[in-house]
């Protein structure tokens, strides 16, 4: 549980995905649907199948970033890679409407989120720094209706201590006096405490397994809470 802290005038950096609303949720679907097509190609081997789709998913994110097209790439390598050629058509066919659906997915907001933002922005300067595909955070950012709370608006290729330094000599920020708050361990908490900011992580059941870390709870400045809205306690 963070300490309360409670003075006006601090910046608060907001990650998105998992943090505002969901997201990863829509890729664990998309690859369980991928997995049935394959299923009923007679492709079953599901640990042939983990290692061949990870290993396009780094592949790509290397080449094309993050985001949701850059991922149904992976899908479309890890199917030519898993299957024989005469049943590719027919994946490319299901692979198409798996796209559509995973592209077309509204993102909700995560409980309290609305509210206790707009409530600490009373308070403190709200910065939106969160990674991913630059058109389709900015998309999901309009359409969540969250954007006029935000001062400032980053999409990261990545998010690590060089990136974080660079937010805060862009934004003028006093590391002392500013807080990352996100749902990732590798990149929202243990990245900010590395580049001298304070960090609260807030759990989220469906973060995706290349974030997870061990996080310093040694680290003076770094903190857990159960739920977004309890930042209107602590901030």
């Known amino acids: 549980m963070a300490s309360r802290i409670r003075e006006g005038g601090l910046n608060l950096i907001f990650d998105a995905d998992d943090t505002l609303w969901d997201?990863?949720?829509h890729f664990l679907e998309a690859e369980a649907d991928f997995r049935a097509a394959l299923a009923r190609a007679g492709i079953i081997d599901e640990r042939a199948i983990g290692s061949a789709?990870?290993?396009?998913e780094m592949k790509i994110i290397e080449s094309h970033g993050y985001g949701r097209r850059a991922y149904l790439i992976a899908l479309h390598r890890a199917a030519e890679d898993l299957a024989p050629a005469y049943e590719h058509a027919a994946l490319r066919t299901a692979l198409e409407g798996i796209g559509s659906r995973l592209l077309e997915r509204p993102c909700a907001l995560l409980a309290g989120v609305g509210e206790?933002?707009?409530e600490l922005r009373?308070?403190?300067r709200l910065?939106?720094?969160t990674k991913g595909d630059h058109e389709e955070q900015l998309g999901k950012l309009g359409r969540s209706g969250l954007a006029p709370l935000f001062s400032r608006v980053g999409v990261p290729i990545e998010k690590e201590p060089a990136t974080y330094r660079l937010l805060i000599a862009q934004a003028?920020?006093?590391p002392a006096r500013s807080y990352m708050i996100g749902n990732?361990?590798?990149s929202d908490i243990n990245a900010a405490l590395a580049a001298g900011l304070g960090a609260v992580y807030i759990p989220h059941p469906h973060t995706w397994e290349m974030e997870h870390a061990e996080i310093d709870y040694g680290h003076a400045r770094v903190s857990t809470l159960a739920s977004f809205r309890h930042l209107v306690e602590v901030f």
């Open 184 to 186: 990732s361990p590798r």
């Open 53 to 56: 789709l990870r290993r396009h």
């Open 122 to 124: 009373g308070r403190h």
């Open 116 to 118: 206790t933002l707009a």
């Open 172 to 174: 003028e920020l006093d």
């Open 127 to 129: 910065l939106l720094f």
């Open 23 to 25: 997201s990863n949720i």
